[in-house]
C-alpha cells in the first residue's frame, strides 16, 4: 500500500508521503524527515536505505509489538 513505485520495498521519498499523509500539517518537515531517517535507520536490515516486507517483520519479531502497539484502560 505504501510502495507507490512498486518496487517490493519502502524507500524514504515513500516514507516520507506517508508519514505527510498522516501527519499533515501538525509536524515540521524537518521533522519528519528525522522520523523517516530513524525508521529506515532502525528497520534497514541490508543497507539499502530502504524496507522491505521481510525486514518489517524482523523488526517486529525483535520488539515486543503487543505492548508498544496496544491501550491499557483502567478497570
Known sequence: MYDR???MKIDRRELLDVLKMMVGGNIHDDQIATIADHTIGELDDDGDKSITFEEFCNTLERI???DKMSMKFLS
Do not use: I, Y
Request: glycine letters at 0%; charged letters at 50%.
Open 64 to 66: 515486543d509489538a503487543d
Open 5 to 7: 513505485n512498486h518496487d
